[in-house]
Structure formats: C-alpha cells, structure tokens
Nanobody, 116 residues
Framework: QVQLVESGGGLVQAGGSLRLSCLAS??????MGWFRQAPGKEREFVAARDWSGDRTNYADSVKGRFTISRENAKNTVYLQMNSLKSEDTAVYFC???????????WGQGTQVTVSS
C-alpha cells in the first residue's frame, strides 16, 4: 500500500522560508512531485523530480525560489521554499507516479500560509 505523508507547513511572513517534507512508504515509484491548491483555485503543479536520477522540473512561478530534493535512504522528498510570497499561500500536496504515467498517489496535504 502506497502512503505519502507531508509535513512542514505553517505560517510564515513574506520573504521567509519553509521546508516541506514528504515521506513515502510502500511501493516507491519513479517520479515525485509537489502540487498546491489555493482557495477557490484549481490544483497546480509546483515541482517534480525523478527518484532515480537528477531530472527536475519547476513551475515558472517558483523557479529560482523553490528547490525539490530527495533523500533516498529515508524515502523522503523535500521542497525548500525561499522568498515566499503571499500568492504562495495554499495547501501543498505531495504526489508520486511511475514514469510517463499520471500522478496516481497523493498525500493529504499541508497548509502553507504566507502573511504579507
């Protein structure tokens, strides 16, 4: 059974930083990603990284500010968020998929609130 558990969300002032963590258990697939959903908006892609290599992909809105990394020994993926803006406020979700497939596995989400 695949399980993804996010942690690390919270309240931070604009310009501050947070690091989100996603612990994966059960079967581990190739790609790990982060998505977010703000109130009244659709869920959007934030960043992704393949589990076995070094390919990364970022949404334009977070390039240069967010970094996705992984620690294979701990089955954990991180999202380091710097220079946070009020528009980064959202529930952040971790997701996992096999290469070339849709994002099939999701965590429960963690709230990030950036105060201006």
């Amino acid at each position: 059974q695949v399980q993804l558990v996010e942690s690390g969300g919270g309240l931070v002032q604009a310009g501050g930083s947070l690091r989100l963590s996603c612990l994966a258990s059960g079967r581990i697939f190739n790609d790990m990603g982060w998505f977010r959903q703000a109130p009244g908006k659709e869920r959007e892609f934030v960043a992704a990284r393949d589990w076995s290599g070094d390919r990364t992909n970022y949404a334009d809105s977070v390039k240069g500010r967010f970094t996705i990394s992984r620690e294979n020994a701990k089955n954990t993926v991180y999202l380091q968020m710097n220079s946070l803006k009020s528009e980064d406020t959202a529930v952040y979700f971790c997701a996992m998929r096999s290469m070339g497939s849709s994002w099939a596995y999701w965590g429960q989400g963690t709230q990030v609130t950036v105060s201006s």
